[in-house]
């Protein structure tokens, strides 16, 4: 099994303004200006902060059953759906990766929410979903170089809650970081602390493609991708 392991700061991870703003809901360059003003001075506050943490593992020990639409990694059981099989029913390899931003910006969203400064409090937020994104595109780019020597290739990154796939299998998921050196935890109805976290599966294998995400045919109405996505069309 290989491990691989990444620390970043928000610096290096930082997103325009502009993607900021697709992700609100805005068109890139059209969010009304006192908006703008204050995600700049979010952006500038935090910009220093270095609790970005992400860590992934390759599996090989893994069965597909395209009847149940489910994948087993070590004989452990995800019933991913059908949406998200689709995109690893020819794996080779699985991967398993936790990401965080850390504790800092989800604090700081939730100080500003309690003392009802309620934008500068979903910037926080905002910001934060972003940074944790950015640090698990990092580490997907570092596994996609990592399998194209052995003439791999990787799918997109997916997790558990999206696309049918039931939150509670994020307990699973867990099972395999004892160590975790992201120093996420897990509520008992499997929500992460920080909050700011991801986590999820990649494949990888010689037949695997990788695909964009697919909006139009996932009921997901509250994915990060979703805003960005349809506003960048329009």
Known sequence: METDRFTFSFNELMPSVSMLELTMGYRAGEAP???TILLREVIEEVSGLREVKAEYRVFDNISLDKTEKYLAVEGTRFN???IIFSQISRAENIILF???AGKSI???????MRSDDLLR???YDVVGSEIVEAAAGRMQEDLKK???TSGKKIS???SPGYCGWDVS???ELFSFFPDNFCGITLTESALMQPVKSVSGIIAAGVDIKFAPYQCKICGDKNCIYRNRKLNAEV
């Open 33 to 35: 200006e006192p908006v």
């Open 156 to 158: 997109n990154r997916f």
């Open 98 to 100: 936790i990401c965080t």
């Open 121 to 123: 409090g979903y910037l």
């Open 106 to 112: 989800g604090e700081k969203s939730g100080q500003c």
């Open 146 to 148: 990592k399998m194209a």
């Open 169 to 171: 299998e994020q307990h």
């Open 80 to 82: 991913t759906k059908g």
